[in-house]
């Protein structure tokens, strides 16, 4: 089996073999370098989401406004890139990762210079971070996208750890660029997307790989890989959000498991915090810094899983996946010490961003490789999905264990 390929299923199809790297393991470090450099491109679009956490009491306090409505400083954030990762996907992201890089950075600067330039109006600050959102989903589905391309699953590994790992320090990044320059400056974080932007693209101008040959047997049952037939034959259309996938029972499969393992560790991030600063005490920094050590430690050790990965099978591993994931949240809602609770939320964050690389490959390789871009996108919505129904379904499950009044 070739080295860094993913064991799929008994009876999945023959593939052609892969050029060997050569014994230096050039392959496997050009692999690693390229993730870590679009890990860079998706980690301030992740940190977006959580930079204005910690501020918002102050932002609530100079807009003479509540905290609900402030909050939608981040709940707008978060719309913006359930919209923008099917938006930029299926326009722009079917030309190539080139364009779709492009477009993103035209939607993070038109939001970035409408949130600097809202006076002290909510509604605009909100369409900026809107805006910004979109083009940092658009980010995000072309580090994914440029991942794929490398001959094993560890640049799209390394781009999920880099996306959890911004996203739980832009919590406290964007407590510290307040602190020094200002509430509105934390609402712009994304913006420094734009420095690993013009590198990015120089590898997008770089010789893309060619196409493999054709296996020797073609399973009907799968629409979405099935070639046109026939000099005369057309090629079949795209549906406009990708959802075609949707046909091939895999790329339903491993989508599914990462709705569950989204839904299971953005619940936790809403509600292990909570629950720890009720068992200690703790005040909300406190609380803060402690969860994002533990979450952050958790990223960093998902590498362990993605390298484990293709030795495993995806079938194991994704056993694997789903275990470790209600094994913590079983830790973090019913853990009666706060650091068990943390171990909880650590162990989530390990087998969502594990997941996120390892199944984005097993997703792209369960479709025709023309139709890998709009897959992707898919399945980046799918897990946005979960980021959106975590923390709704934690508030439902709070509300039932300690009814109100």
């Not at 979109?134 to 750890?161: C, E, K, T, W």
């Not at 591993?317 to 609770?341: D, E, I, K, R, Y």
Request: net charge positive.
């Amino acid at each position: 089996m070739k080295p860094g390929a993913l064991n799929t299923a008994a009876g999945a199809d023959a593939r052609p073999a892969q050029p060997p790297t050569d014994s230096t393991g050039r392959g496997a470090r050009g692999s690693l370098r390229t993730g870590l450099l679009l890990a860079a491109l998706a980690a301030p679009g992740a940190a977006g989401l959580s930079s204005p956490s910690l501020v918002l009491p102050a932002v609530a306090r100079e807009l003479h406004t509540g905290p609900g409505p402030a909050a939608w400083l981040m709940s707008g954030y978060g719309l913006g890139m359930m919209l923008g990762t099917p938006l930029l996907t299926a326009t722009a992201g079917r030309r190539d990762p080139r364009t779709l890089l492009l477009a993103s950075a035209g939607a993070l600067l038109l939001g970035v210079l409408v949130t600097l330039a809202a006076g002290a109006d909510l509604g605009p600050l909100v369409a900026g971070r809107a805006l910004q959102a979109v083009g940092a989903a658009g980010f995000n589905v072309a580090a994914f996208q440029l991942a794929a391309r490398q001959p094993d699953g560890r640049a799209s590994g390394v781009v999920a750890i880099g996306s959890a790992a911004g996203g739980t320090a832009g919590l406290f990044i964007g407590a510290a660029v307040a602190t020094g320059l200002g509430w509105r400056t934390c609402l712009v974080l994304p913006v420094l997307t734009l420095a690993v932007l013009p590198a990015v693209l120089r590898g997008c101008a770089g010789p893309k790989p060619g196409p493999k040959p054709e296996p020797a047997r073609e399973p009907a049952q799968d629409p979405v890989r099935k070639p046109a037939q026939g000099p005369g034959a057309q090629a079949p259309r795209r549906s406009f959000l990708g959802l075609d996938a949707l046909a091939v029972p895999r790329f339903r499969a491993v989508a599914a498991v990462m709705l569950v393992l989204a839904t299971v560790n953005f619940g936790l991030v809403y509600g292990a915090p909570r629950r720890a600063a009720a068992l200690t005490g703790w005040s909300t920094v406190q609380t803060g810094a402690v969860g994002s050590l533990a979450t952050l430690t958790g990223a960093l050790l998902s590498w362990s899983l993605v390298r484990a990965a293709p030795r495993l099978g995806l079938r194991r591993t994704t056993g694997l996946l789903l275990g470790g994931s209600f094994t913590a949240l079983a830790l973090a809602a019913f853990g009666p010490w706060a650091p068990l609770v943390l171990l909880g939320a650590g162990a989530s964050a390990c087998v969502n961003a594990g997941g996120q690389g390892i199944l984005t490959g097993a997703a792209a390789e369960a479709v025709a490789p023309q139709r890998r871009p709009e897959a992707i996108g898919l399945f980046n919505l799918v897990f946005l999905l979960g980021a959106a129904l975590g923390p709704q379904l934690a508030v439902l499950a709070e509300r039932i264990a300690v009814p109100g009044p």
